[in-house]
């Protein structure tokens, strides 16, 4: 089985479980193994950090349970608390693995640009206080699209075996006081999106030339990059497979 996920990132201490942590990958196993009988483990299709929040997270897991999915959905989401909840129930082949049958993810960014903070906004957006040239920032963006060695924009803990990935799209539009960024690759490294968010902010700000993004992205050295932006600002927004169903398309996004 599948589920689809959206919970609130920071709420808790990310996904993966942890000793004594409270974590999305640890009540939803609780209250799966509730509705199951027995131990259930899950597979995601991307850790996320503490902080960060999902859309559309999908994780699969095996069970000898049979249940229609309307129960599963019920069943689970009764014991989850309000800040996670199952959106979508969907039966998978046996080969079918969340996280290394996903064709693409994608993730959203936003951006706060106001000159004071702002409490509805707080754990929902990074907030820039200075202001941001979006064109300017569109521009440098330009140069990260590809197949490229991200290695500039990778956390040092990346367990990743390859720094190799093929970033598809990094659009950034403006929506009032938001600068919202999607980004969508075939997958991600540990940081990516934020390291990579932080570097557009640096060029917005007028901190470096358009084309230090390039020069940064050549460089492969993250010591010569802009520091890593908020996790509050970062959304996963959907990952995308090769089904029969709708699990794999690109959910409605409530996000602005």
Not at 110 to 134: E, F, S
């Amino acid at each position: 089985m599948a589920l689809r996920l959206a919970y609130d990132g920071p709420a808790f201490q990310g996904w993966q479980t942890q000793p004594g942590g409270r974590t999305g990958q640890d009540l939803v196993e609780a209250a799966l193994a509730t509705m199951a009988g027995h131990p259930v483990a899950t597979v995601c299709a991307g850790r996320t950090d503490a902080g960060v929040h999902a859309v559309a997270q999908v994780v699969h897991f095996d069970t000898p349970t049979e249940r229609p999915d309307g129960a599963w959905l019920r069943g689970v989401n009764a014991q989850l608390p309000p800040t996670i909840a199952v959106q979508q129930v969907s039966p998978v082949a046996p080969d079918f693995h969340a996280r290394f049958g996903a064709l693409r993810r994608r993730y959203r960014y936003l951006i706060l640009r106001t000159p004071t903070r702002h409490p509805l906004w707080t754990g929902r957006a990074a907030w820039v206080y200075r202001p941001l040239d979006a064109d300017r920032m569109r521009e440098a963006a330009g140069a990260l699209l590809g197949q490229h060695d991200f290695s500039a924009f990778r956390s040092s803990q990346c367990q990743a075996r390859s720094p190799v990935r093929v970033l598809e799209r990094l659009d950034l539009f403006e929506r009032g006081d938001l600068l919202v960024l999607d980004v969508q690759a075939n997958a991600f490294l540990h940081h990516m999106v934020r390291n990579l968010a932080g570097a557009l902010v640096w060029v917005g700000m007028g901190r470096r030339p358009v084309d230090w993004t390039a020069e940064v992205l050549a460089g492969r050295d993250r010591r010569l990059a802009a520091p890593t932006l908020a996790a509050q600002g970062l959304y996963l927004t959907g990952v995308e497979y090769v089904l029969d169903n709708d699990l794999g398309s690109w959910p409605a996004l409530p996000v602005p």
